[in-house]
């Protein structure tokens, strides 16, 4: 039997580094379920593993798409799934990590398929976007769904407006649309969540934007001004110093503005997470009672 091990968890946890010892301790690959790391021109702001993680064990979906290609939800699962079933020929096991809640269950439980509003609808919420910002889409879905609001990342107007023409081309909510019906997948799926306390969290989300600006996260920023209007790019970390090069507020405004929007997202997270009764929870440093969770219940699905 194959074996998915899935570890998730909000921003800076530390999933990367526990992701990386399991793979080590089973000799398997890594599937990055992060919607940000994909691109391959975004790395200091997306937190991506260094180089000599990436050398340690074999990851996917880090670098392999660029901020210029659309890259949806049900291309990750279908992409995912096929390189899944080649890790499957060789390995009982695989890993999958990341924080991005959608990405998780395309992968576990199948994308949704849900009604494709006209393309007048997307070109007008985009419009609006461009005319009134993305504040105005959030107090919309607020209003129409908000349910998925409180699940959503709201920073992210992409996953905004695929809601929102959902629900205004049905006339329903886009909660109540989505299926959540877990798919039938040929490999047993073992979940495991990373939480520890607030307040701890939140100081390594601050450290970990000082670290980001210590390596150059202006820069690079600075480097993808020419395609700020691209949707990969409208997301925190960019935004607010994208605000900074216009000279809408001071570079230490728009640091203490991406503390503030990270600790949201990782709000959102766990709140996404939370809904799922199969995610175990540990504690980030309980790698050895981790591991021997997965064996136990590797062991109890082949006696």
């Known amino acids: 039997m194959a074996f998915l091990i899935t570890l998730v968890g909000p921003t800076a946890i530390g999933k990367t580094d526990l992701a990386i010892q399991m793979a080590q301790h089973f000799g398997t690959e890594i599937i990055s379920a992060d919607s940000r790391q994909v691109f391959k021109e975004m790395s200091i702001g997306t937190a991506k593993p260094s180089p000599q993680d990436l050398s340690l064990v074999k990851h996917h979906f880090i670098n392999s798409h660029s901020i210029h290609e659309d890259f949806s939800v049900g291309q990750f699962e279908k992409e995912g799934l096929a390189i899944l079933t080649q890790i499957f020929k060789t390995n009982q096991t695989a890993i999958l990590a990341g924080g991005s809640g959608l990405y998780v269950n ?48 709201i920073n992210n107007p992409q996953r905004m407006i695929r809601a929102l023409e959902v629900c205004l081309h049905t006339g329903n909510k886009f909660s109540e649309l989505r299926k959540n019906q877990q798919n039938k997948r040929p ?78 997202f990782a709000k959102r997270q766990m709140t996404w997470f939370n809904k799922d009764q199969e995610i175990n929870w540990f504690e980030p440093n309980q790698y050895q009672n981790i591991l021997q969770f997965v064996e136990s219940q590797m062991n109890t699905a082949n006696p």
């Open 106 to 153: 395309a992968i576990t439980q199948g994308f949704d398929d849900l009604p494709v509003a006209p393309p007048s609808l997307r070109k007008e919420l985009n419009d609006t976007l461009s005319e009134k910002g993305i504040n105005y889409l959030q107090e919309e879905l607020k209003k129409l769904d908000p349910e998925y609001y409180t699940e959503v990342d």
């Open 187 to 264: 490999f047993q799926i073992i979940k495991i969540g990373l939480k520890m306390e607030r307040e701890a969290l939140y100081k390594k989300i601050n450290r970990r934007v000082d670290l980001m600006m210590e390596a150059g996260l202006l820069e690079e920023v600075r480097t993808l001004l020419p395609y700020r209007h691209l949707n990969a790019l409208q997301t925190v970390g960019y935004q607010e110093i994208f605000d900074y090069l216009d000279g809408k507020c001071s570079l230490a405004d728009a640091v203490s503005k991406i503390k503030q929007n990270t600790r949201r």
